[in-house]
């Protein structure tokens, strides 16, 4: 068991911080939970006030863009002013230092808030794009310069159709190079960290079983139960924001002990 001077803070069973000290590989993957304790709120949970009148199937579909392109640019636009006003919490951090601890290290992400970049983490393979990026409708290309403030959405400036937020929208594949990189990576895993997400929208939660399956060592971190919860090697109940920084100084402590020895 992990002893801390903080009493306050969650025990960590010594088998995850003795997996991770072997590890080769680890692999963190995220969700929504992640987030929540630097207040971006949910899909659902944004879905408040103006807005809550509509179904995610009109806010966040291509058929619903077809449809009111301003209605969903206008949603996507409230969404950004929410996570712009968001920073990474102690969550998000502890992951930057885990990547300093193993050899190698991937972060895999279903969030488009852009919270781990911005804590500091490198090469995030982003499954469900990012709210800040902006795509053509048309051509499916990332566009970088376009001129703001007239028409809404505004057009492209190389073939003239709408733009789009650079999020995978329900009914929509998954960008292709970005799941292979993470089945990859899952696959190859040693530790495999399930963090904050229900582990219910596919194909993304197909990753920590795939990893399992492979021979990870699966650890799951969420406050609530989950359908990998049975199939994880371990469950730590709770919020990420303590968990994980608590595993990041029991694995520091440990690799210290281990270089001492
Ligand atoms: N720390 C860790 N986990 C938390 C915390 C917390 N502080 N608070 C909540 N959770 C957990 C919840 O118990 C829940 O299991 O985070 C999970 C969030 O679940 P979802 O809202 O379903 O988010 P996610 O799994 O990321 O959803 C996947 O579905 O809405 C679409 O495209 C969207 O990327 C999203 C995808």
Redesign the pocket.
């Known amino acids: 068991m992990v002893m801390d001077d903080d009493a306050r803070a969650p025990e960590i069973p010594s088998e995850v911080i003795d997996a991770l000290r072997r590890a080769e590989r680890v692999v963190a993957f995220?969700?929504?939970?992640?987030s929540?304790?630097s207040g971006v709120p949910?899909?659902?949970d944004a879905q408040s006030g103006l807005w809550a009148r509509f179904s995610p199937e009109e806010l966040a579909t291509p058929e619903a863009f077809r449809r009111n392109p301003k209605l969903v640019w206008e949603w996507y636009a409230y969404r950004r002013g929410l996570v712009a006003q968001a920073e990474p919490n102690p969550?998000h951090r502890a992951l930057v230092d885990l990547a300093r601890c193993v050899p190698e290290f991937a972060l895999v992400t279903?969030?488009?808030d852009g919270l781990h970049q911005r804590a500091g983490s490198r090469d995030v393979i982003e499954?469900?794009g990012n709210i800040t990026a902006t795509k053509c409708f048309e051509e499916g290309v990332i566009v970088e310069d376009y001129a703001e403030g007239g028409a809404v959405p505004p057009r492209c400036p190389r073939c003239g159709g709408l733009l789009r937020p650079g999020v995978?929208w329900f009914h929509e594949a998954l960008p292709a190079e970005a799941l292979e990189r993470a089945l990859d990576r899952a696959r190859r895993a040693d530790v495999f960290l399930s963090?904050?997400?229900?582990?219910?929208?596919y194909p993304?939660?197909e990753l920590p079983f795939v990893a399992r399956e492979h021979g990870a060592f699966v650890v799951e971190?969420?406050?609530?139960r989950?359908p990998l919860t049975a199939k994880a090697h371990c469950s730590l109940r709770?919020?990420?924001?303590s968990?994980l920084p608590a595993i990041v100084r029991g694995l520091e402590r440990a690799l210290a002990e281990s270089r001492g020895s």
Do not use: Y
């Not at 995220?30 to 992640?34: C, K, L, P, Q, V």
């Open positions: 995220t969700g929504a939970g992640i929540q304790e949910t899909f659902r969550g279903q969030n488009v499954l469900h995978v963090i904050g997400t229900s582990t219910v929208v993304a939660a971190v969420n406050p609530q989950t709770g919020p990420s924001g968990i």
